[in-house]
């Protein structure tokens, strides 16, 4: 498994960093096997820059091509479609050390820096690049990795057919669309009936995408959980 994190690609009037990490995905399917995008919420703080919500995203892939020509091939694309103000970062790793998940935790509750970044990612041997403005994306980027490699944060914002999927269906539907299974919050499998979606956005649990619903009076709710 191959992380690659983004982070602070956007700004108020641009597209925003999913959307930029969904679009490279797209080019990455074309040669290897693509496993989602996953979005991570890190802290909100006014002593934090962030655009609007302060989220990174996350693109897990399977790939036997090594490391530094996938970041060149991301970098690439990042580079081309890099936006005035704003501070990309990229991060491309192998599952994380659990010093690298403790740092996207650390990143969902804390202040953290760049040289704290640059640090953890120089004594594990990460990719870790700025790519622009100020670099603070890098921050980001590396906490993407962590939390998607540590698999029990964040929400699929691209899997298989979820983005196709909305209004009530039928569990059936929802794992024929990529989703692995439909939990309670207590964690009891549900195997049957029909949940109401806005937007089918799977949470990343036990390093799988997991419908999280709760039950209503004629079905399962949907919960938007990260």
């Known amino acids: 498994m191959i992380f690659i994190g983004l982070d602070d690609t956007d700004t ?5 960093t999913g959307n930029l990490a969904r679009r490279i995905a797209a080019e990455l399917r074309q040669e290897m096997p693509v496993l989602g995008v996953t979005r991570h919420q890190l802290l909100k703080d006014p002593r934090v820059p962030y ?3 302060n989220s990174s995203a996350a693109i897990h892939i399977q790939s036997t091509l090594p490391l530094e020509v996938i970041a060149g091939r991301v970098r690439e694309v990042m580079l081309a479609d890099f936006i005035l103000g704003s501070d990309p970062g990229l991060c491309v790793a192998q599952v994380a ?17 760049q040289d704290q970044a640059r640090y953890l990612a120089h004594l594990h041997g990460m990719l870790l690049f700025g790519l622009g403005g100020d670099q603070g994306g890098i921050i980001g980027a590396l906490a993407a990795v962590g939390l998607a490699s540590g698999g029990e944060d964040g929400r ?6 979820i983005r196709d999927l909305s209004g009530l269906q039928p569990v059936e539907a929802i794992l024929a669309a990529g989703v692995r299974a439909v939990k309670t919050t207590s964690g009891e499998e549900v195997a049957e009936g ?5 937007k089918l956005r799977p949470s990343r649990r036990g390093g799988q995408p997991v419908a999280i619903v709760q039950r209503s009076e004629a079905y399962w709710q949907l919960l938007k959980l990260d």
């Open 12 to 16: 108020l009037v641009s597209r925003g």
């Open 51 to 53: 655009t609007k919500n």
């Open 97 to 113: 050390d659990q010093a690298i998940i403790q740092f996207g935790c650390l990143a969902k509750r804390e202040v953290v820096t």
């Open 156 to 161: 699929y914002i691209d899997l298989g057919s």
């Open 194 to 198: 029909m949940v109401s979606i806005e």
